[in-house]
């Protein structure tokens, strides 16, 4: 048989705890992007003819998301 492709609830507390143990609910914040981000994003819009451009101007903007516990 095949492995399962989902997971049970118990098995979501098995590997992460419960509520009620006090888990940690991971949360977000944002900084500025970093300097090979910003090297990616030049050229993703130069092999896109510009068209990357608009991500790259709302993801300067929005910041870059990191996740925090």
């Known amino acids: ?25 991971v949360t977000a914040r944002t900084g500025p992007l970093t300097a090979q981000q910003h090297i990616l994003h030049l050229l993703l819009t130069v092999f896109t003819a510009g068209l990357w451009l608009p991500v790259w101007i709302w993801l300067t ?6 996740a925090v516990r």
């Open 1 to 25: 048989m095949g492995r399962r492709r989902y997971q049970t609830t118990a098995d979501v507390e098995a590997r992460y705890g419960t509520p009620a143990a006090g888990y940690a609910p």
């Open 61 to 66: 903007i929005r910041g870059n998301r990191q």
